[in-house]
């Protein structure tokens, strides 16, 4: 793989998509680990999750990321397990193109199902290229529909097959978090995402998987709330000063989120509530 062809088509990709180089050079590298993935025996073990999920499904232009998340099943995921796969995973790096070095240090990582997860930190390499990230490996959040292997189009045009958790569980999560950490939420994104996804996904997202994946994902996560309730908690956050604070920042940092007003995503939120919850 030559560096300067593949440095030449993102440059044109990122100027096609109105983003900066750096975004499309990320995708890049994930992508290229992702197509190992797929080429291995783990792409039924692991599900593409987080913001890249996002960035892949929603476009790069409207949501980026600096790591890859995957819920990982029928397999272990204590440090040395993981290890092997990657290495496994990683065994075709061929160094005269892009390859993966897998760093050795690793930690553990709190996220909201009771099992945890791991981060691991890989760099990629192209010629005289170096791009670190990390990976964040999750179990245990039940999952619906079930995941099944899916197209994935890579940033230069490569087709794979991976499996993609599905955005009736992802707005089912993000929703659970938002009402558990109510006004001490700090995590902007899931407004956001929730937001992204019902305008440009909505057509796509089935309601009725969408309420039974609501079901599980609170009973999992022991949330047990009313309609009202929830209502309440959702009308504390859009008052709450530095809240509103944060998504100005959060509008700052991020050129996508443009000029999306909360008060606007607080009745998306609102109506999806109003639908989901009883």
């Given at each position: 793989?030559?560096?300067?062809s593949?440095t030449s088509?993102?440059?044109?990709?990122?100027?096609?998509?109105?983003?900066?180089?750096?975004?499309a050079?990320d995708?890049?590298?994930?992508?290229?680990?992702?197509?190992l993935l797929?080429?291995?025996?783990?792409?039924?073990?692991?599900?593409?999750?987080?913001?890249?999920l996002?960035?892949?499904?929603?476009?790069i232009?409207?949501?980026?990321?600096?790591?890859?998340?995957?819920?990982v099943?029928?397999?272990?995921?204590d440090?040395?397990?993981?290890?092997?796969?990657?290495?496994?995973?990683?065994?075709?790096?061929?160094?005269?193109?892009?390859?993966?070095?897998?760093?050795?240090?690793?930690?553990?990582?709190?996220?909201e199902?009771?099992?945890?997860?791991?981060?691991?930190?890989?760099?990629?390499?192209?010629?005289?290229?170096?791009?670190?990230?990390?990976?964040d490996?999750?179990?245990?959040?039940?999952?619906?529909p079930?995941?099944?292997?899916?197209?994935?189009?890579?940033?230069?045009g490569?087709?794979i097959?991976?499996?993609l958790?599905?955005?009736?569980?992802?707005?089912?999560?993000?929703?659970?978090?938002?009402?558990?950490?109510?006004?001490?939420?700090?995590?902007?994104?899931?407004?956001?995402?929730?937001?992204?996804?019902?305008k440009?996904?909505?057509?796509?997202?089935?309601?009725?998987k969408?309420?039974?994946?609501?079901?599980?994902?609170?009973?999992?996560?022991?949330?047990?709330?009313?309609?009202?309730?929830?209502i309440?908690?959702?009308?504390?956050?859009?008052?709450?000063?530095?809240?509103?604070?944060?998504?100005?920042?959060?509008?700052?940092?991020?050129?996508?989120?443009?000029?999306?007003?909360?008060d606007?995503?607080?009745?998306?939120?609102?109506?999806l509530?109003?639908?989901?919850?009883?």
């Amino acid at each position: 793989m030559n560096k300067d062809s593949v440095t030449s088509r993102l440059r044109n990709k990122s100027s096609e998509l109105n983003i900066k180089y750096h975004l499309a050079l990320d995708k890049f590298f994930f992508d290229e680990f992702l197509k190992l993935l797929s080429f291995s025996k783990y792409k039924e073990n692991f599900t593409l999750k987080g913001g890249m999920l996002l960035t892949y499904t929603l476009g790069i232009e409207n949501r980026s990321t600096r790591d890859i998340d995957f819920l990982v099943k029928k397999t272990n995921i204590d440090y040395e397990n993981i290890e092997k796969i990657f290495d496994d995973i990683l065994s075709n790096n061929d160094k005269k193109g892009v390859w993966f070095e897998v760093k050795n240090k690793h930690k553990d990582i709190k996220i909201e199902d009771k099992y945890g997860g791991v981060k691991f930190y890989l760099v990629g390499h192209l010629s005289n290229i170096r791009n670190p990230f990390s990976i964040d490996i999750a179990t245990g959040d039940p999952v619906y529909p079930v995941p099944e292997l899916s197209k994935y189009t890579t940033i230069l045009g490569d087709n794979i097959e991976i499996q993609l958790y599905p955005l009736e569980t992802v707005i089912a999560e993000k929703l659970q978090t938002i009402i558990d950490k109510a006004e001490i939420t700090s995590r902007m994104k899931d407004f956001y995402d929730i937001y992204i996804i019902v305008k440009n996904k909505s057509s796509e997202i089935d309601i009725d998987k969408l309420r039974k994946a609501c079901l599980l994902t609170f009973k999992y996560r022991n949330t047990n709330i009313s309609k009202d309730e929830a209502i309440h908690i959702i009308k504390l956050i859009n008052n709450n000063d530095r809240i509103l604070k944060s998504w100005e920042l959060y509008k700052n940092k991020n050129e996508y989120v443009e000029n999306v007003e909360f008060d606007y995503i607080v009745k998306v939120i609102s109506n999806l509530i109003n639908k989901l919850i009883e």
